[in-house]
């Protein structure tokens, strides 16, 4: 399985913007696809956005026009752009990659968007 370290989460104001990366262990331009999950307390996890080997993207309505994902494969790290951020994007998030059936989720960075 592919190990996935993400970071950059924190506390941000509404309104604020914030980058989230994830360190794959592997090359990810050989993966299936790739993409960012959320889970707030309480709450399922969401899918908020896929990336495919391909580039073609796919955005929950949720975050449609305000997150950007992204993907630097030298250095096998996905990117996830977050700009004006709500509080109810406040949550755990956690970027997954799949490959072959098999998924692979890390362990997850805090964002709270609190004033």
């Known amino acids: 399985q592919v190990q996935l370290v993400e970071s950059g989460g924190g506390l941000v104001q509404p309104g604020g913007s914030l980058r989230l990366s994830c360190v794959a262990s592997?090359?990810?331009?050989?993966?299936?696809?790739m993409g960012w999950a959320r889970q707030a307390p309480g709450k399922q996890r969401e899918l908020i956005v896929t990336i495919t080997r391909s580039d073609t993207t796919n955005y929950a309505d949720s975050v449609k026009g305000r997150f950007t994902i992204s993907r630097d494969n030298a250095k096998n790290t996905l990117y996830l752009q977050m700009n004006s951020l709500k509080p109810e994007d406040t949550a755990v998030y956690s970027c997954?990659?799949?490959?072959?059936?098999?998924?692979?989720w890390g362990q997850g960075t805090q964002v709270t968007v609190s004033s």
């Open positions: 997954a990659a799949v490959n072959q059936g098999s998924i692979s």
């Open positions: 592997e090359s990810i331009s050989s993966l299936d696809a």
